[in-house]
Nanobody, 121 residues
């Protein structure tokens, strides 16, 4: 079992920055793929970014590419999402997820409770 806890969500103005954290406990997830998803008001949950076990391979949704950066510190069992140049359309609940098996991020079994990001214009 892996427990994930997201933090760092806040209300910011457009153009601002936030760093979200996803801390794992229970089992180390240093060898797992980890992803950030978000759910905007009235929308389905969507992929934001993912990072492999070493941090050497990352992937981003087109909507955040160039503005968001995913990283990880396996010694701290934590994955981060640095969000710059935030836009009102980034307003959402952000979730991190993972799975010890090789499945697509949309099929991850372990998810945190989410952290709210609100961007005002």
């Amino acid at each position: 079992q892996v427990q994930l806890v997201e933090s760092g969500g806040a209300s910011v103005q457009a153009g601002g920055s936030l760093r979200l954290s996803c801390a794992a406990s229970g089992r180390t997830f240093s060898s797992y793929l980890v992803a950030w998803f978000r759910q905007r008001p009235g929308k389905e949950r969507e992929f934001v970014a993912s990072i492999n076990w070493s941090g050497g391979v990352t992937s981003y949704a087109d909507s955040v590419k160039g503005r968001f950066t995913i990283s990880r510190d396996n010694a701290k069992n934590t994955v981060y999402l640095q969000m710059n140049s935030l836009k009102p359309e980034d307003t959402a609940v952000y979730y991190c997820g993972t799975d010890p098996t090789l499945v697509a991020p949309s099929r991850f079994r372990y998810w945190g409770q989410g952290t709210q990001v609100t961007v005002s214009s």
